[in-house]
């Protein structure tokens, strides 16, 4: 035989094995052609995302928006962030789905299918804002592991479900209950079946929360597969790591949930802060509960350019974790003055909040437009990089976009 023709079969069997199927005009590829069935997966198509998103990794997949891409006020599908820290469950069968509620503090354990959870528990709709809580990690200096986020990793949508706190009232709790902890289907990288790839919770108060959810619905529709279908905890305004996709069980905890990455250095500030660099023990690193005051100028895009004597609209969206925002600006100076931006009210406790201004520029150049945020305490956004800590987490400096006038 031919050298040529003997690596062609060679190669073929192997394609044959990884396709799982007989490649039936197999002989007459082109030499060096790769089927489509090998080709890379489109992550694009897979999941149905603006191609202007950013895929920081595909193993997990990571894929974070841009700050223009954000610009709806209910965030859709198409351009909301994919934070993944295992693969996808596979083969999801929503009719056979069920949610487990255990754990120290549950008077008895008790299990439901999807169609009890949405026939027992009145539903709600809530828009909710999850952002990771390492976006803007890129930013820090000496740089943190991990994704390098930009600003895109946050999402306001609309989630329908039915109330955590409704849920635990019938199954009942006992007095001793501190935190839940959330359990999800996701395989871990090493797909190791006794390893979670996170395992995250919240202290009973936020459990309890009215908007605390056990969602089944994204934007009016089943919750697209990489965003948790069939069943979702949302608990906005805190890192969406609390946010458990895929999930089958809560655990009612006796002790603060102790389940993948709610432990170490994972989700976690130090409890002071330190200089940039320094080591710091596990035992003085805090959860991180509430994310803090931000905003993001999702109109125009960074770069744009306008005609001089034109003035700018400006818009974009601002939240405050658990607290609402209070007052909006914008400054063109580098931060040297500001100027009052209109603000709308949040849809309901938890949802971003929509900003807009008319800026005027006093002649040719280049410009900054820095956005600032202050809350209902009158905290405002730090204007530049706040506190570095090891894993990068919490960068709510003010965004800017460069803007030059013509
Ligand atoms: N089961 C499970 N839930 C999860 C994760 C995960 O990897 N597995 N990632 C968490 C993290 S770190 C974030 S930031 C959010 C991201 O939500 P999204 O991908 O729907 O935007 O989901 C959280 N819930
Ligand atoms: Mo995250």
Redesign the pocket.
Known sequence: MKRRNFVKKAVLGTMTSVIGAEIVFGTTLPNGYIPLGLQDPDPFKMFDKDRGMEVLNDKPWNIEAKAHLLDDKITPNSSMFI?NNGLIPENIDASTWTLTIDGESVKQKKTYSLSELKSKFPQYTYQLTLE???NGRSEFDPPAKGNQWTVG?VSCANWTGVRLRDILADVGVKEDAVYIGYHATDVHLSRDPNKEPISRGAPMQKALQDETLIAFQMNGKDIPLAHGYPLRLVAGGW???VSGKWINRISVRNVVHDGTKMTGDAYRVPCNPVAPGEKVKDEDMCIIESMPLKSLITYPKTGATISTGKTLDIRGHAWAGELEVSKMEYSIDFGSTWRECTLDKPANRLAWQHFRASVDFPKKGYYEVWAKATDTRGNSQPMLLPGWNPKGYLNNACHRIAIKVI
């Open positions: 934070r990771c809580g390492g990793a890192p969406a790591s």
